[in-house]
């Protein structure tokens, strides 16, 4: 069984765990040491079963404990040579990766890391560079992605492979518009290297899901310019007006959750089982 959870998710600090009876993946190492070292505690996670870290960019609320991770967890850190040079020059990475501990992915090559076959591709931002990950476990594909400025066609066709997707949906427009930030950071936000709005999240399900997506988690929520219950319902509303349903009911087409920006979700039990309109 492959599981899921989710230990912060949003410019307070991001980082998710992909786990199997034999191994677990982290995803991003931006919340702090002590508090990670909590929540592996609250969640009976053995130290022996962290094996590796994969790292979408090198934003601080995506890096800031990759070094302290890596140094107390004996953890290679994989990701792209342009994210491993971002990492090293950020100073809110106090503890550096050590160098035998880095590890360089080239988008679009798959590598393999114990049970999981891990395929990166772009996404458009602006760090250093960006990449989403194609997570496969047996027959389950797990897509996640954050950090968004535009849709492009590869991140349409990894959409559209996933059975699992994390995906984000950073801001309502409105809220954005009216809200305190300098119209510099509103600019930078809605630009084509920023982030993703509930409507375009909501669009991007809409045209590219197919019948296969069982589950989405909704990630990165401004807590300026989003609110969770906001955000669900802003997603749903744009999915039902093209015939998608999502939700918890029989009559759903997938599952929709939103993850919180300071707290843990629950662990999420990923299923290889069908769909039942398969």
Same mark, same amino acid.
């Given at each position: 069984?492959?599981?899921?959870?989710?230990?912060?998710?949003?410019?307070?600090?991001?980082?998710?765990?992909? @786990?199997?009876?034999?191994?677990?993946?982290?995803?991003? *190492?931006?919340?702090?040491?002590?508090?990670?070292?909590?929540?592996?505690?609250?969640?009976?996670?053995?130290?022996?079963?962290?094996?590796?870290?994969?790292?979408?960019?090198?934003?601080?609320?995506? =890096?800031?404990?990759?070094? +302290?991770? +890596?140094?107390?967890?004996?953890?290679?850190?994989?990701?792209?040579?342009? %994210?491993?040079?971002?990492?090293?020059?950020?100073?809110?990475?106090? /503890?550096?990766?050590?160098?035998?501990? $880095?590890?360089?992915?080239?988008?679009?090559?798959? @590598?393999?890391?114990?049970?999981?076959?891990? /395929?990166? @591709?772009? =996404?458009?931002?602006? +760090?250093?560079?960006?990449?989403?990950?194609?997570?496969?476990?047996?027959?389950?594909?797990?897509?996640?992605?954050?950090?968004?400025?535009?849709?492009?066609?590869?991140?349409?066709?990894?959409?559209?492979?996933? &059975?699992?997707? $994390?995906?984000?949906?950073?801001?309502?427009?409105?809220?954005?518009?009216?809200?305190?930030?300098?119209?510099?950071?509103?600019?930078?936000?809605?630009?084509?290297?920023?982030?993703?709005?509930?409507?375009?999240? *909501?669009?991007?399900?809409?045209?590219?899901?197919?019948?296969?997506?069982?589950?989405?988690?909704?990630?990165?929520?401004?807590?300026?310019?989003?609110?969770?219950?906001?955000?669900?319902?802003?997603?749903?509303?744009?999915?039902?007006?093209?015939?998608? %349903?999502?939700?918890?009911?029989?009559? *759903? &087409?997938?599952?929709?959750?939103?993850?919180?920006?300071?707290?843990?979700?629950?662990?999420?039990?990923?299923?290889?089982?069908?769909?039942?309109?398969?």
């Amino acid at each position: 069984m492959l599981h899921y959870i989710s230990f912060g998710s949003g410019s307070s600090g991001n980082c998710s765990y992909l @786990f199997t009876e034999n191994s677990g993946l982290l995803i991003d *190492a931006g919340l702090g040491i002590r508090t990670l070292k909590k929540y592996f505690k609250n969640y009976k996670i053995q130290a022996s079963n962290i094996k590796n870290l994969i790292v979408t960019h090198d934003h601080a609320d995506h =890096v800031k404990s990759v070094g +302290s991770l +890596s140094k107390d967890y004996n953890l290679p850190v994989y990701s792209t040579h342009k %994210v491993h040079i971002g990492i090293e020059n950020n100073w809110c990475v106090r /503890t550096k990766i050590m160098p035998e501990r $880095v590890k360089i992915i080239e988008k679009n090559t798959p @590598f393999q890391l114990d049970d999981f076959t891990i /395929t990166p @591709f772009d =996404v458009p931002h602006d +760090s250093s560079d960006n990449v989403g990950y194609c997570i496969q476990y047996q027959d389950i594909t797990f897509v996640f992605m954050t950090d968004i400025g535009h849709l492009t066609d590869e991140i349409r066709f990894y959409i559209s492979k996933a &059975d699992y997707l $994390v995906i984000e949906a950073d801001y309502e427009s409105e809220m954005l518009e009216r809200g305190p930030y300098p119209e510099h950071l509103k600019t930078r936000i809605r630009g084509p290297y920023g982030h993703m709005s509930n409507l375009d999240c *909501a669009l991007a399900l809409a045209e590219n899901a197919t019948p296969k997506l069982k589950h989405v988690w909704l990630c990165h929520l401004s807590n300026e310019n989003n609110h969770p219950d906001l955000a669900e319902k802003s997603v749903k509303q744009v999915l039902r007006s093209h015939g998608i %349903v999502a939700g918890d009911g029989p009559e *759903a &087409d997938f599952k929709l959750n939103v993850l919180r920006r300071k707290s843990p979700s629950e662990i999420f039990d990923l299923s290889p089982l069908p769909n039942p309109q398969e």
